[in-house]
């Protein structure tokens, strides 16, 4: 693979990406757009009450429409975000309890029960602990949103691949996907969840930080059995960290 083959390969997922985004946020803004257009037709007849309720009513649908241009817009962002991305030398282990721990409420909530299995004396990671966190978070929203109603078990397990690689084991007892969804759920925007719940942005944004910090993302699933999703990861190697931080940024230059 050289390089100009990696750069045009680079562009076109972006440009992908930018047209997914606009069509996106087209649809919801020319809701808001129509919506906005009636409130102002309607206004000269404020003095009926019937029109009044109708303003009410138009005004949330603005507000719930605008709510998910937020929150397409904040995920957008805090993806194309440059700062907090530096490679670091990362515990593993500690990082999966520390976000275990965060997802206690959230679970118990749903029901799930949380089991951790972790291996000892795994080399560090070399990940940027905020992104590492970010794919760690949409991996257990997915899971207990699939097993929301149901309840089930989440089992988190680190273990050593036997690529050498550091692996992180996301597993649910959730419905499972057939294979044209799965065919589908690191495409941008994909989402089966309803209008303000999914984004349809977790995945392909974990797929894109995983890739970046060299790692690899695997999932299989079983309809009627569960899901499990394998994040592998680098061991953090000092040398190669030492000569990027020496080019001036390695790993972040280029992005
Ligand atoms: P979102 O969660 O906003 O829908 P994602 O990119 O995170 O966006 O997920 C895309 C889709 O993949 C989800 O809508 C769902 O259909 C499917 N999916 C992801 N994780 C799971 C899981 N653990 N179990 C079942 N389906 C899942």
Request: with cysteine.
């Amino acid at each position: 693979l050289n390089a100009q083959v990696v750069e045009a390969g680079k562009l076109s997922a972006l440009g992908e990406m930018a047209a997914g985004i606009a069509h996106e946020i087209n649809n919801p803004v020319a809701i808001m757009m129509e919506e906005a257009g009636w409130i102002e037709d309607v206004l000269g007849e404020l003095q009926e009450q019937d029109a009044v309720r109708e303003i009410g009513d138009s005004a949330r649908q603005i507000r719930t429409q605008g709510v998910r241009c937020r929150d397409i817009t904040h995920k957008l962002l805090s993806f194309a975000r440059r700062s907090d991305r530096e490679v670091h030398a990362v515990d593993i282990n500690a990082m999966v309890a520390e976000m275990v721990e965060l997802s206690g409420q959230k679970a118990r909530t749903v029901s799930v029960h949380v089991v951790v299995a972790m291996a000892e004396g795994l080399p560090p990671v070399a990940a940027s602990p905020s992104e590492l966190q970010q794919v760690f978070l949409n991996l257990f929203n997915n899971a207990f949103d699939a097993m929301e109603g149901s309840g089930g078990t989440l089992k988190v397990a680190t273990l050593m691949s036997d690529t050498g690689m550091v692996a992180v084991n996301v597993a649910d007892t959730g419905p499972g996907m057939p294979e044209a969804i799965l065919q589908r759920i690191y495409d941008p925007f994909f989402t089966t969840k309803p209008v303000g719940k999914g984004t349809g942005l977790g995945l392909s944004i974990c797929y894109g930080l995983i890739n970046k910090m060299g790692g690899e993302i695997k999932v299989s699933s079983i309809v009627g059995v569960g899901t499990t999703f394998q994040v592998l990861l680098p061991p953090f190697d000092p040398a190669v960290h030492a000569a990027q931080a020496a080019q001036g940024g390695g790993l972040l230059a280029g992005g």
